[in-house]
């Protein structure tokens, strides 16, 4: 089973039923549990011909290698999204619409990046991209923490971030950094041209090379005691700034 992907978690399996239901190979669900949640997931598999399997609670953390998986859990076949930020806006180019992307340099921790991809399908984000070597990749906390995003959003990992920045310039991308000591606020931008988010994890942010890299470099107001955001929080803080100046264009 080293090929499959292990979907924990009703948010998890639900979406990977409604988007690519042909991807999954096994479902298996806690035999005890005969709630209404549970039933309606075991119709939604019936309906999409992927057979369930009732089996021990036991057998169900195995699988699920200690991820919490509220009494299911699949084994899926990698579901295809874009793997090249190049396919992804040559796509929106012939659409004529104005990409969003998230680039995260140093997000390390699942759950981060499960929150990130939770919050990038519901602003819209077209792609999120980070770099191989600081950042984690797609694995069954990511999946259940970003409750079916990770199946929608596809998430790029590029060999060089900074390089890939300099492409996104060269197509035309606004790259805007945040930065607790840039002057500027988040409100002060025009998100409407086309624009990539840039964040760091919380602690160290963005490399130098990456920082040096934005076009531009913007804060995000806090008023309270607090000085940072969990990086999913200041993600989603950023792309509905983005938002709404986008949906008040239209």
Known sequence: MSSHQVLAGFHAVTARLRHAPATIRQL?????????????????????????????????????????????????DANTLATDI??????????????????????????????CLRTADAAGVHA???????????????????????DTVPYIMVTNLARTMRELKQRGLWLVGTDDQATDSIHS??????????????????????????????????LGAVESLNVSVASAVCLYETVRQRTQSN
């Not at 005969?34 to 992927?50: C, F, G, H, P, S």
């Open 28 to 76: 298996y669900v806690e035999a005890s549990r005969r709630d209404k949640r549970m039933q309606t997931l075991i119709e939604q598999a019936r309906q999409a011909n992927v057979r369930v399997h009732p089996v021990e609670s036991a057998r169900l953390d195995g699988l699920a290698r200690g991820t919490k998986h509220q009494g299911v859990v699949a084994l899926a």
């Open 189 to 222: 931008i025009d998100a409407r041209r086309p624009m990539a988010w840039v964040m760091g994890a919380e602690g160290e942010g963005m490399r130098r090379l990456t920082r040096e890299t934005c076009d531009e470099l913007v804060t995000i107001p806090m």
């Open 86 to 115: 190049d396919e992804v806006l040559d796509a929106l180019e012939q659409k004529g619409e104005a990409p969003l992307l998230l680039l995260l340099d140093g997000v390390t921790d699942p759950h981060n990046l499960g929150a």
């Open 128 to 150: 999120v991209v980070a770099p191989r070597d600081r950042a984690v990749g797609v694995g069954t906390t990511v999946q259940r923490v970003a409750c079916g995003a990770a």
